[in-house]
């Protein structure tokens, strides 16, 4: 543990942003790979006579923090590859599902406060916050961190472009070229697809693999923390 705790603080230490330090994160998932932990094994110690996987890298780990030169030090092994951010914008992106659905619920109670049952339809009007906290989450994830979250960069566009026409509709209502009857009626749909992906079921497709979540397999540096 101390040699990955020396190589935190090394990082930790240098005149880098938040987001281009190396920290525990990148560290798990170093070892997940196969290719990176190869590094660890290029030294040829020998135990019993036998050069074991386990005696090179016990031996990289005894030696490189006594390695002057930062190349070869731990430190120099491990790379970015989860983003961290911080600001309100990260929290929201990985709980999303929770923000839109207190958002979602706060609509509902305000529609049955102000209206109550006599007005039915009114309660479909929720898709607007929905459609609120899908467009602000696309938004972030594509422009801020430039990497789509759970779908690729192509559906994330058609998802945004979708609930920015949804938000854009609400202005027709409000101009009274749209009854707010076929407006509500209208949002019933995105607000059952909105509630079906609360839940954990998303239609259009779940994360294949790590390079579809938010965070990982960086594409460089960000000029944001």
């Given at each position: 543990v101390?040699?990955?705790?020396?190589?935190?603080?090394?990082?930790?230490?240098?005149?880098?942003?938040?987001?281009?330090?190396?920290?525990?994160?990148?560290?798990n998932e170093f070892f997940w790979d196969k290719v990176s932990m190869q590094k660890m094994l290029r030294s040829e110690p020998t135990f019993h006579g036998a050069a074991s996987a386990y005696a090179r890298y016990r031996h990289f780990l005894r030696t490189s923090s006594a390695v002057k030169h930062r190349?070869?030090?731990l430190a120099a092994v491990f790379q970015k590859t989860f983003r961290e951010h911080v600001g309100w914008g990260m929290v929201f992106c990985n709980f999303h599902r929770m923000f839109t659905f207190l958002s979602v619920c706060f609509h509902l109670l305000v529609v049955h406060a102000f209206a109550g049952f006599s007005h039915p339809h009114l309660f479909?009007?929720?898709?607007?916050?929905?459609?609120?906290c899908n467009l602000t989450l696309?938004?972030?994830?594509?422009?801020?961190h430039e990497q789509e979250l759970l779908w690729n960069r192509a559906v994330s566009a058609v998802r945004a472009s979708v609930a920015m026409g949804l938000i854009a509709s609400?202005?027709?209502?409000?101009?009274?070229?749209?009854?707010?009857?076929?407006?509500?009626?209208?949002?019933?749909p995105y607000l059952m697809l909105s509630f079906t992906e609360i839940c954990g079921e998303?239609?259009?497709?779940k994360p294949?693999?790590?390079?579809?979540?938010?965070g990982k397999q960086s594409r460089g540096d960000l000029a944001v923390d």
């Amino acid at each position: 543990v101390i040699p990955f705790h020396g190589a935190i603080t090394e990082s930790m230490t240098l005149t880098k942003r938040l987001h281009a330090r190396v920290g525990y994160d990148d560290i798990n998932e170093f070892f997940w790979d196969k290719v990176s932990m190869q590094k660890m094994l290029r030294s040829e110690p020998t135990f019993h006579g036998a050069a074991s996987a386990y005696a090179r890298y016990r031996h990289f780990l005894r030696t490189s923090s006594a390695v002057k030169h930062r190349d070869g030090r731990l430190a120099a092994v491990f790379q970015k590859t989860f983003r961290e951010h911080v600001g309100w914008g990260m929290v929201f992106c990985n709980f999303h599902r929770m923000f839109t659905f207190l958002s979602v619920c706060f609509h509902l109670l305000v529609v049955h406060a102000f209206a109550g049952f006599s007005h039915p339809h009114l309660f479909f009007s929720a898709g607007l916050t929905a459609a609120a906290c899908n467009l602000t989450l696309e938004i972030h994830c594509l422009f801020i961190h430039e990497q789509e979250l759970l779908w690729n960069r192509a559906v994330s566009a058609v998802r945004a472009s979708v609930a920015m026409g949804l938000i854009a509709s609400s202005v027709l209502v409000a101009g009274g070229y749209l009854s707010a009857e076929a407006y509500c009626l209208g949002c019933a749909p995105y607000l059952m697809l909105s509630f079906t992906e609360i839940c954990g079921e998303y239609v259009t497709g779940k994360p294949k693999s790590k390079s579809d979540l938010i965070g990982k397999q960086s594409r460089g540096d960000l000029a944001v923390d």
